[in-house]
Each structure stands twice: as C-alpha cells, then as structure tokens.
C-alpha cells in the first residue's frame, strides 16, 4: 500500500512539473537527492556496521541472552500470554536492547524473528495476538539511551555538539513508551 502511496506521489510530482513547465527541476532534484543518498549512505554505513557487528559479537558470546534473562521478569509481566522460557521472550529483549542503544536496522531482524516466534503461538493466525500488538507498540515507540544513528548523521552534517540531543531523545522515547504503552493497555482492556 505504501508503494502505492509512493508511486502516485512521484507520478503526481512528475506530471505537475511537465505541466508547469519545471521539468529541469525536476531533473536536476533527482540528480541532487541521488548523490545526496549515496553519500549518507557511505557516511552511516560504517557506524551502522560496527554497531551490527557488536551486536552479533554480543549475540555469538551469550552476552544478548544473559541481557535477556534479566529483562525476562520484566517481559513476563508485559507479556503474560507468552509461555515461560519461549524464544520470542529473548527475541523480544534483544530487540528492545538494540532499540536503547539506538540502533533500529540492527533491531529488525531480531524484531521480524520475534513476530515470527510469536505467530507459531498465535491461536487466531489471520489476526494479531495481544502479544504481539504490545510488542509493536513499544517497539515502534523505540525507547533509546544512546541515539547512534542520530549521532552519526549529526556528525555527517558537521554538528558542532553532535551529542547535545542524548537527554532530549532519552525524554521522548520514554514519554513515546511510556504512552504506548499505557493506551496499549487501555484498549486491550476493552
């Protein structure tokens, strides 16, 4: 649906511009925003590398699982419906601890394995478990200590004090949980 979205927003952009006769801007935007994204990417990449290798240097020594073992209690009471010691328990931490460290394209994969982990033990497969709306919405919501990727862009960008926004992005995402959550829980009341 999204592609959709994308596709008639461009068509639109595209047709707009012929009619108007800003063609040449148009051509020299597309130009622009592709050079523009290769060299973030070629900046970001690395700091996005060495992050996911950290974190599967963390997931190869157990270290991932001793972290989850001990938001294990803490999830158990978010997420009641999970059967003790099920993988989807550590899937879920070791989404939740990429996502504090800030690091949303390593969380992913471990948040894709964890949906998948959770429909297995879904009873309704064509709708979504209580489980696995609560994990949507707190990982959505994206509760982060050390913003990396935002650091990184901020330095790529040549910020003076690219780490000024550390207490400003810990306050929003803890507020942005912390309301998830609470309606999360409001609605699965009803």
Known sequence: MVNIVWLVLI???????????????INSTIMDS???????????FPVIALWMGLTKIAE????LEKLSSKLSPMLKKIFP???EGHESLSLIASNMIANIFGLG??????????????????RKKDTASRSMITFLVINTSGLTIIPTT????RMMYGSLEPTKIVFACILSTF????????????????
Do not use: C, W
Request: hydrophobic share 50%; aromatic share 10%; charged share 15%.
């Open 11 to 25: 068509v639109v952009g595209i047709v707009y511009g012929f009619f108007t006769n800003n063609l040449e801007t």
């Open 81 to 83: 419906e999970i059967p």
């Open 105 to 122: 394209s390593a969380a992913t994969p471990f948040g894709l394995k964890a949906m998948t982990s959770l429909q297995k033990i879904n």
């Open 150 to 153: 935002i650091i990184s862009l």
């Open 60 to 63: 190869k020594s157990h270290l």
């Open 175 to 190: 507020f942005a949980t912390l309301g998830g959550f609470i309606i999360d829980r409001i609605l699965a009341r009803r």
């Open 34 to 44: 592709t050079k523009i994204s290769l060299d973030m990417l070629f900046k970001i």
